[in-house]
């Protein structure tokens, strides 16, 4: 089975710019999850998707925004970039619905730089 | 404030050494995940806990879920430069969410 894909892998923005991510889950999965990995704060929660509906959302401001489509495929935006939004972003999927037990597969992530 | 820490928060041993990494917090959870990541890659899951005292065992990776449920360790045995690696725990909170302490860097020198 193929693994979560992320694309693209890089992107050099400027502020002010918006940007848009995707990720394909595995197949047959229905739960996608984003988050933001930096040096400082670490992975925190962006949100969860699950059957096109956001069902979880994390402590960012309303810049960031994402969607599910039918194909469980996932992008996530982000508006008005500021020099803060440099990060990893990691999407991750699952077969469910954020069980506790649930695994995480995660992609490789795509690195965001802003200018 | 971090729902998880993590401690030490970067750890450089020998090869063939033992090492142990902590991740604590004040909150009380159904169940907790250690993950390891490595540079350019996404988390990968090593082990779900989830009954209080739990001991679950990975090769030489042994991982221990606190008895009140609120802390769990990680101890690897003889570790390798393969062994290197951050290392992040995870725990669901509030209305189901995934929360990740920041990490456990560790660099196993040959």
Known sequence: ?115 | TQLLEQSPQFLSIQEGENLTVYCNSSSVFSSLQWYRQEPGEGPVLLVTVVTGGEVKKLKRLTFQFGDARKDSSLHITAAQPGDTGLYLCAARYGNNRLAFGKGNQVVVIP
């Not at chain 1, 990720?23 to 992975?43: A, D, E, F, K, M």
């Not at chain 1, 925190?44 to 956001?54: A, K, P, R, V």
């Not at chain 1, 194909?71 to 469910?96: F, H, I, K, Q």
């Open chain 1, 1 to 115: 089975k193929a693994g979560v894909t992320q694309t693209p892998r890089y992107l050099i923005k400027t502020r002010g710019q918006q940007v848009t991510l995707s990720c394909s889950p595995i197949s047959g999965h229905r739960s996608v999850s984003w988050y933001q990995q930096t040096p400082g704060q670490g992975l925190q929660f962006l949100f969860e998707y699950f059957s096109e509906t956001q069902r979880n959302k994390g402590n960012f401001p309303g810049r960031f925004s994402g969607r599910q489509f039918s194909n469980s495929r996932s992008e996530m935006n982000v508006s008005t970039l500021e020099l803060g939004d440099s990060a990893l972003y990691l999407c991750a999927s699952s077969p469910n619905a954020g069980r506790s037990t649930d695994t995480q597969y995660f992609g490789p992530g795509t690195r965001l730089t802003v200018l």
